[in-house]
């Protein structure tokens, strides 16, 4: 594994300044997913056997995907803006930068400490301690190896958060990131008590029914470009009123564009309130979908990146079929006629 130029400690160093202290607030990025909402509750329960005092915060005040509600402690989460409380240390978790931190950042702006633990290579820091590895496949598989640095017992819970965020952010051991080390330390979290069966039932196998529906919708919008290697689609929030459908319904739908014979780049665009569009990126080979991200605002990984467009629906598709040579995209109808 590499760290960035931006790393300034060592896992090792951090598990030492975490053992000094005493009330933590843990927080990951704005729209969080199993790599985030994993990485915190992870680190949560490890801190909480020390006798630490834990809270996991959401960057935003927004529903985390119910697909998640088995992990240890989802139960405990709660929005930043609503958290009163002490916070002598600000660990933020699989985020890279302040802004990604949403209402969090005043929590660390007052902390005495602040940590950062990360998978995502920036060209900034945003903590006095940073550690940011780009080969890990997730930043759990970071918070495993941290949890074993401050000597907590690595049990069935941390064992069970990390492998969640492990799975997702190699979409199920499928995804180029998927190495020997994301097997090697899957295979010690499911020795250490996780169970892929249910944790993989809890999250790919228990999709609604709105869900399903919002999948014909996603397929009636694609549109390829020419040699058939990039796929983008679109969902309006008529399509989500529709189908009786929120926000967690919509996570699989990038995938099923990715799962298309020939098709290199995926691209999903959800409509959300607030006049934003919320683009997601996956790729095959050798694409690197975290370039596109960028031009767009956002980032991520070479394999899988996400972004915020702020305009229309219909601007949004027109700019991105442009940046993915698609032609002829299906336009949303107010934008058709």
Known sequence: MAVTPQTNTTLAAIAKALRDRDHFVICGHVS?????????????????????????????????????????????????????????????VDVPTTERVGDAARLQAAADLTVTVDHHAVPTVMSALSY??????????????????????????????????????TGRFQYQNADAAAFAAAAEMVAAGAEPAAISRHIYQSRSLASILLEGRNVDHMALAADGTAALSWLSLADFAECGA?????????????AIDG??????????SGGEIRGSLRAKGDADVA????????????????????GTLAEAVSALAERLGIEEPCLPAEASL
């Not at 926000?247 to 990715?258: F, G, I, S, T, W």
């Open 291 to 310: 370039a596109i991200a960028r031009a767009f605002g956002g980032g991520g990984h070479t394999a899988a990146a996400g972004f915020t467009f702020c």
């Open 32 to 92: 969080p997913d199993g790599d985030c909402l994993g990485s915190q509750l992870a680190l949560a329960a490890a801190l909480r056997q020390m006798g630490k005092k834990c809270v996991c915060v959401l960057a935003r005040e927004e529903e985390p995907p119910r697909d998640l509600a088995f992990l240890p402690g989802f139960d405990g989460l709660m929005p930043a803006a609503a958290y009163k409380g002490p916070c002598e240390v600000f660990v933020a």
């Open 263 to 272: 098709v290199e780049v995926a691209c999903m665009l959800r409509e959300q």
């Open 132 to 169: 940011t590895d780009p080969d890990a496949a997730s930043t759990t598989m970071l918070i495993w190896e941290l949890a074993a640095a401050l000597g907590a017992e690595r049990d069935r819970i941390v064992a069970t958060c990390c492998y969640t965020g492990l799975m997702t952010d």
């Open 246 to 258: 929120c926000k967690a319904d919509a996570e699989p739908m990038v995938d099923v564009l990715r």
